[in-house]
């Protein structure tokens, strides 16, 4: 069920609101969260009821794990499962204090060989745990690679090996199972989270971890949660009361989503499907203009669908963290992984990057731990190897720019901002190209290796360029890959996105300022009624593929 349908913003929702605030006005607290987590299945299993049991699975295995190592945990750090010996010991020795002499000696012989056995077998005990706390935590991340790995990645192995070594090997095409990769990514964190001890202050069933990890406003496409963000909000009475703040700055927020999805990244996929779908014929302005497009469609699309699941969230009181904060503003790529899908790059870094050894083993070790965060994490966006090899330029990136400060460098912020920029688009051109060949030869054409030809219109001002190969064409004759709008409403419209990105406030900038007023209300209103006018062409969200 997406976001951005009539079923879901008629049907499914004031259902489920209603239903929810209504148990909670009779405070039936442990019901409304039942609900919630029921109404969270049913929205998961109206795309496709058969990957529901899939997704139960994964919750089941991993709560049962969860629960397990916090139970091995709790007993290391009380030292044993056992009543500890001191006792028996301590009376022992007082005994022995009271007769002196030869007895004191005598008894002291006996009770130290007891004394290191209960030393021994509590050290043994202790190690016991340990490696069953280790051999849990494996088994934990294995269960949710296994579980991603077949389902995501089997086909994209096979026909790799097929490519490699020439062979013929094939498989059943697999169905991706919708928010896959989110869910189990929120699951591993949650297992690593117990393994380090961190849950056990938590108090949680099986029914408050199933809404955690089915929660329907961050199922779909994040943002990819931890234990402590989620559920220990679940545990407060006020937050399944009705509250008409949260209720307007929730609508409010849903709706400002709603409209970056369907008024801007929605009117640019039809510009985007053109220009990707003919690769091998660009100019070097029709490349630009699909680069451009791709980059402002996914932003928009991807930061609308977040700030939809933030507002739905706070309308039944729940505070999901932000996963976007302005990225094109960035003047670095490190700058840049901390402004765009924040969560990812938050577990990249507590569950990936650091635990390889972070920055504590030298220069190199750092730079090899980067590029391989990055390469897994390009894996962990598609399995194509388009995706990898995007990973893997970033992972490049933040070592150049590591090294960089390292070496205290400088720049002015405005070039700083547009190197960035630039190497942002250009990446996001291999991420969309169906293949490495059609991402290659968009960026040639970028770069004008394939020619550059420009409308006669600016002819004037830049006819000196001529003899560096530049050529000039009427519009009539390079319109055929362009947006019907003509080039310069679309150099317009792209250069008002840029400027919009780079310069205006973000959602959550606005949110600040939210306060109930007339002209709040006009605003919201008709940009909630431009939208449900425009969903007779429903479309998926980008990040649903991944």
């Keep these: 069920m997406l976001f951005n349908s009539y079923a879901f913003i008629f049907g499914f929702l004031p259902?489920?609101?209603?239903?929810?605030?209504?148990?909670?006005?009779?405070?039936?607290?442990k019901a409304t969260w039942v609900w919630m987590t029921l109404a969270s299945l049913f929205f998961y299993g109206y795309w496709k009821i058969a990957y529901l049991p899939l997704l139960l699975i994964s919750?089941?295995?991993?709560?049962?794990?969860?629960?397990?190592?916090?139970?091995?945990?709790i007993l290391l750090e009380e030292g044993s499962g056992e009543d500890s010996p001191a006792p028996t010991t301590v009376n022992n020795m007082s005994i022995s204090f009271r007769g002196r002499g030869e007895g004191e000696e005598g008894n002291l012989a006996v009770i130290s060989p007891n004394k290191n056995n209960n030393i021994s077998n509590l050290v043994s005990k202790v190690v016991s745990y340990k490696q069953q706390t280790k051999l849990l935590l494996w088994i934990g991340i294995c269960f949710n690679l296994a579980i991603l790995g077949y389902f995501k990645y089997a086909n994209f192995f096979v026909d790799s090996l097929n490519h490699i070594f020439g062979t013929n090997i094939t498989i059943p095409t697999i169905l991706?199972?919708?928010?896959?990769?989110?869910?189990?990514f929120t699951q591993i964190a949650y297992i690593v989270d117990a393994y380090r001890g961190e849950t056990k202050k938590c108090r949680y069933n099986f029914m408050t971890y199933s809404l955690f990890v089915s929660f329907f406003p961050q199922l779909i496409a994040g943002p990819i949660l931890r234990y402590d963000e989620l559920l220990p909000q679940f545990e407060k009475l006020r937050n399944s009361l009705f509250s008409w703040k949260n209720m307007g700055m929730g609508l409010s927020l849903f709706i400002l989503g709603?409209?970056?999805?369907?008024?801007?990244?929605?009117?640019?996929?039809?510009?985007?499907?053109?220009?990707?779908?003919?690769?091998?014929?660009?100019?070097?302005?029709?490349?630009?203009v699909g680069a451009l497009s791709y980059t402002f469609q996914l932003y928009f699309d991807f930061s609308g669908y977040s700030d939809m699941a933030i507002g739905l969230g706070l309308i039944t009181n729940i505070r999901l963290p932000i996963n976007f904060n302005?990225?094109?503003?960035?003047?670095?790529?490190?700058?840049?992984?901390?402004r765009w899908h924040i969560t990812l790059s938050n577990f990249l870094r507590d569950y990936l990057y650091i635990p390889l050894g972070g920055n504590r083993r030298g220069r190199l070790r750092q730079y090899g731990n980067l590029l391989a965060t990055m390469l897994l994490g390009g894996l962990w966006h598609g399995a194509g190897w388009t995706f990898v090899i995007w990973g893997g330029l970033h992972g490049l990136f933040l070592v150049i720019n590591h090294r960089w400060r390292q070496m205290k460098l400088s720049m002015p912020k405005i070039l700083a901002w547009m190197l960035t920029f630039l190497a942002v688009v250009s990446t996001w051109v291999l991420f969309r190209a169906t293949s490495i060949s059609d991402g290659l030869g968009i960026l040639q054409a970028m770069v004008g290796l394939k020619g550059v030809i420009l409308p006669t219109t600016y002819q004037n001002t830049l006819g000196w360029l001529t003899p560096l190969g530049i050529q000039f064409q009427e519009w009539q004759d390079m319109k055929r890959l362009l947006p019907p709008i003509g080039l310069e409403k679309t150099f317009m419209v792209l250069f008002g996105l840029i400027l919009g990105v780079t310069f205006l406030p973000n959602t959550q900038q606005i949110m600040k300022h939210f306060k109930p007023s007339w002209y709040w209300a006009t605003a919201i209103g008709l940009i909630a009624t431009f939208c449900l006018l425009s969903l007779n062409r429903v479309s998926e969200f980008l990040y649903f593929q991944f």
Aim: proline share 4%; no cysteine; glycine share 4%.
């Design 15 to 29: 259902i489920t609101l209603v239903f929810f605030f209504g148990l909670s006005r009779f405070r039936l607290v």
């Design 59 to 73: 919750i089941s295995g991993n709560y049962v794990i969860g629960k397990q190592i916090e139970k091995l945990v």
């Design 176 to 184: 991706l199972p919708l928010a896959i990769s989110f869910y189990s």
């Design 258 to 288: 709603l409209g970056k999805k369907v008024a801007i990244a929605d009117n640019l996929s039809p510009w985007v499907a053109t220009i990707f779908n003919n690769s091998d014929q660009l100019s070097f302005v029709e490349a630009w």
């Design 326 to 338: 302005s990225p094109y503003k960035a003047r670095s790529i490190s700058d840049f992984w901390r």
